[in-house]
């Protein structure tokens, strides 16, 4: 059983007189000029290949793979090479075979030739035959989707790409051109008079050891690598996964899902990440059951005994936020991907506006306080209308499918939040505080109150206005700002100033403030 390797067998220099039979060989990879290295994503490898220097008359018989290639890389090969009772696994690398120019005499017989790939531009996929004096004979063109349980030998349509390809029936192609029958290490049930078409599953018992994990493990540690499904506990064939090994300097990317990485005996802990956001409609959500292991790049991550690491994919719905335009509202998202590329997660709140659709998570979170990731919001401390100023409140849920945690939900700056249902819409909730008497109300370091043009706001007795932020009036000619109070005695001034402002630097206050009766500014 080959597994990650550039070529399972490759024939070249000289090598000639060989057998290569009854082998199997899946995810062949290709490292480019930048340090990729994974499924091939420009150029496809040969799984079983001859490539150049002149070897001859070698036999590749029974063998499964993507790709079965004569080539001239190196020059040509020599003479008289058979491609014998072969299959192509169907997948999305599968590339079929082909002989380039160069290299006659070859023999093509009996081979079972599918091809998917749809990404290669060279036109490498198909069953191309470029060279003159090919034996062609009953071979199989692209017969129809089969990979269900890897060998469905059930599904074949023969399409044949010339009738005197198809000359007789099955059993004219005897039997295995350098076996007999059976000797020590060959299970009994092998048939050597197999085709391509009907026989396949000679190979089941490779695969089924190879998908098991039924390794030696004296030496090894193989792990396999799973996308989930969460909505269905399904698991996923789409998906690609990254890993880096403790001591390694670089990820090896392009591991698909359900495939497996080889790690020492002793080799408990990885470095792994998923190199999809999302598969189709559902978003990467978490790793096997634990719900702190959130992020897409999951360093050191322990292996447990079955060998096996889960990436669970879960489906989102959409939450709102409602209010003032005068209001910023801010979302703190676990799971939120600020760069695709890279796939960052920055842990830290961004603003969202009102009325836009935001993709969630539902029931995140449990019960409140929390010990695992959870959506925490924010907003401003304070705003103003042309009459009023506004203190925040609280948090609320008009359609009630959003709660928030109890003990910050009068916290303007920073409250978990679990959204139990599609459509939540959040909604931050503020009081008018302008008309209450000595009221003092302190614009943050990280905040600005603006009062807007032509506003008059009348202040009750006693308010104060500390500014730590930035106060901005603004203010024009044609628009003042007026601000006044009652001007009764408020104990901050012997002439009896109604409210406080305290700034600084005095020069921001601008000149078309008109404060009534009387303001004293605290500098």
């Given at each position: ?13 000289g ?17 480019d ?28 018989e ?5 790709y ?14 058979m491609?014998?009772k ?34 290669i ?13 090919i ?7 692209n ?11 059930q ?6 790409k ?24 060959w ?11 009907n026989d ?39 998906g ?14 392009g591991?698909?899902?359900g ?7 002793d ?10 956001e ?43 936020c409602?209010?003032?335009e005068?209001?910023k ?6 799971w ?5 590329e ?8 961004r603003?969202i ?5 935001i ?13 695992y ?7 401003s ?28 939900v ?6 978990g939040?679990?959204f139990d249902?599609?459509?939540?819409i ?6 008018a505080?302008?008309?209450?008497a000595?009221?003092t ?5 990280d ?12 202040f009750?007795?006693?308010?104060t ?9 603004a ?10 109070s ?22 921001k206050?601008?000149a078309y403030?008109?404060?009534f ?7």
């Amino acid at each position: 059983m080959f597994y990650w390797l550039r070529h399972a067998i490759c024939f070249a220099g000289g090598a000639n007189g060989n057998v290569a039979g009854y082998n199997s060989s899946v995810v062949t990879i290709f490292q480019d000029d930048y340090g990729y290295i994974g499924p091939q994503q420009g150029w496809p490898c040969a799984d079983y290949l001859f490539h150049g220097h002149y070897p001859f008359a070698n036999l590749v018989e029974g063998n499964v793979g993507q790709y079965f290639c004569i080539d001239d890389v190196w020059g040509s090969n020599g003479p008289y090479n058979m491609f014998y009772k072969n299959a192509n696994i169907y997948n999305d690398n599968s590339f079929g075979l082909r002989v380039f120019p160069g290299n006659p005499l070859q023999n093509i017989i009996g081979n079972y030739i599918t091809y998917k790939c749809n990404w290669i531009k060279q036109g490498y996929q198909g069953y191309i035959i470029e060279s003159p004096d090919i034996y062609e004979y009953h071979n199989y063109d692209n017969g129809e989707y089969w990979d269900p349980g890897f060998w469905p030998w059930q599904y074949f349509n023969y399409s044949h790409k010339n009738d005197w390809y198809y000359q007789g029936n099955d059993n004219e192609l005897g039997t295995s051109f350098y076996r007999t029958g059976t000797s020590d290490g060959w299970p009994e049930q092998v048939d050597w008079g197999f085709t391509a078409r009907n026989d396949l599953k000679n190979y089941q018992d490779a695969y089924n050891n190879w998908k098991n994990q039924n390794y030696n493990s004296e030496e090894n540690r193989y792990v396999t690598l799973k996308n989930i499904d969460e909505n269905n506990s399904l698991e996923l064939s789409e998906g690609y996964f990254s890993v880096k090994r403790l001591g390694r300097d670089s990820y090896l990317d392009g591991i698909p899902s359900g495939h497996s990485v080889r790690l020492g005996k002793d080799e408990n802990s990885i470095d792994i990440k998923v190199m999809q956001e999302k598969i189709n409609t559902i978003k990467h959500h978490k790793w096997d059951e634990d719900r702190t292991l959130f992020l897409i790049n999951s360093k050191n991550y322990v292996i447990g005994d079955d060998n096996e690491i889960q990436a669970k994919y879960y489906d989102v719905s959409q939450f709102s936020c409602t209010g003032t335009e005068s209001v910023k509202v801010y979302l703190k998202d676990p799971w939120f991907v600020s760069d695709q590329e890279n796939l960052t997660q920055p842990e830290t709140y961004r603003e969202i506006n009102s009325g836009t659709n935001i993709p969630v998570f539902l029931n995140e979170g449990g019960s409140f306080p929390m010990d695992y990731p959870y959506y925490s919001v924010k907003a401003s401390k304070c705003y103003a209308t042309t009459d009023s100023i506004y203190v925040f409140s609280h948090w609320s849920s008009p359609n009630g499918k959003a709660v928030f945690d109890p003990a910050n939900v009068n916290n303007y700056n920073g409250c978990g939040v679990r959204f139990d249902d599609a459509g939540a819409i959040v909604k931050p909730v503020y009081v008018a505080v302008n008309q209450i008497a000595n009221y003092t109300l302190s614009i943050p370091p990280d905040e600005t109150l603006t009062i807007p043009a032509g506003a008059n706001i009348s202040f009750a007795d006693g308010f104060t206005l500390d500014v730590k932020g930035t106060l901005n009036i603004a203010e024009t000619e044609s628009c003042p700002v007026t601000l006044s109070s009652t001007g009764k005695e408020s104990g901050f001034a012997s002439n009896g100033y109604g409210y406080l402002v305290t700034y600084t630097p005095e020069e921001k206050l601008a000149a078309y403030v008109r404060f009534f009766p009387c303001c004293k500014k605290i500098l």
